[in-house]
């Protein structure tokens, strides 16, 4: 039973396209997020959504567009692809938003990206 | 500028000792503080966590300790086996509302010796 999935795991594409990347979470959960993790292993958050509204969108280029078409689903979509997008993507999923939530944050598997 | 740092990007240690992981944070309004153990190829797993107002917390093997006038947090692994052989993630958070989320520092990769 897998918890947060995410499709692709590996994406290999040039540069200037568009992709998308797809994160379903079957616990039940209000608040989706979509993180990054650069070749520095730094995991940065970029987008969270609750109950399909977005909440946290952080300084993200808007060539970046989540899209929530219900609580369990929120996929990423990417315009116009550049070599500094290539990183590891990962989605999570939580009940909420506050402290105790934060706890039970749940992270998909990634998506490793590559732009060349 | 980071927020939450980890200065040893990795530590080895022999099984059935002790492992100490440190993690030091900037930001005197974070509240919250966990630690993550992440696994090649999968994503973070939740480890432990300690509010603002312990200074202490233990879940069987893993201690977390707070020192908030020094703005610092450890996590300790006793005895340590080989399967914690992972990198630890230590994130911390302040309570913004509706937008609360995790600052994360760039881990630390633990390596346990049989």
């Known amino acids: 039973d897998t918890a947060v999935s995410q499709t692709p795991k590996y994406l290999v594409t040039q540069m200037g396209n568009d992709k998308s990347i797809k994160c379903e979470q079957n616990?039940?959960?209000?608040?989706m997020y979509w993180y990054k993790q650069d070749s520095k292993k730094f995991l940065k958050i970029m987008f969270s959504?609750?109950?399909?509204?977005?909440?946290i969108n952080e300084t993200v280029p808007n060539r970046f567009s989540p899209k929530s078409p219900d609580k369990a689903h929120l996929n990423l979509h990417i315009n116009s692809l550049e070599l500094g997008d290539s990183a590891v993507y990962f989605c999570?999923?939580?009940?909420?938003?506050?402290?105790?939530?934060?706890?039970?944050?749940?992270f998909g598997p990634g998506t490793r990206l590559t732009v060349t | 500028d980071q927020q939450v740092k980890q200065n040893s990007p990795s530590l080895s240690v022999q099984e059935g000792r002790i492992s100490i992981l440190n993690c030091d944070y900037t930001?005197?309004?974070?509240?919250?503080f966990l630690w993550y153990k992440k696994y090649p190829a999968e994503g973070p797993t939740f480890l432990i966590s300690?509010?603002?107002i312990k200074d202490k917390n233990e879940d069987g093997r893993f201690t977390v300790f707070l020192n908030k006038s020094a703005k610092h947090l450890s996590l300790h692994i006793v005895p340590s086996q080989p399967g914690d052989s992972a990198v630890y993630f230590c994130?911390?958070?302040?309570?913004?509302?509706?937008?609360?989320?995790?600052?994360w520092g760039l881990g630390t990769s633990l390596a346990v010796n049989p």
């Open positions: 994130a911390a958070s302040e309570d913004a509302g509706n937008n609360r989320k995790l600052i």
């Open positions: 930001n005197s309004m974070f509240d919250y």
């Open positions: 300690i509010s603002s």
């Open positions: 616990l039940g959960h209000d608040t």
């Open positions: 959504y609750n109950n399909k509204e977005l909440i």
């Open positions: 999570a999923s939580s009940h909420g938003t506050g402290g105790a939530d934060l706890v039970s944050q749940y």
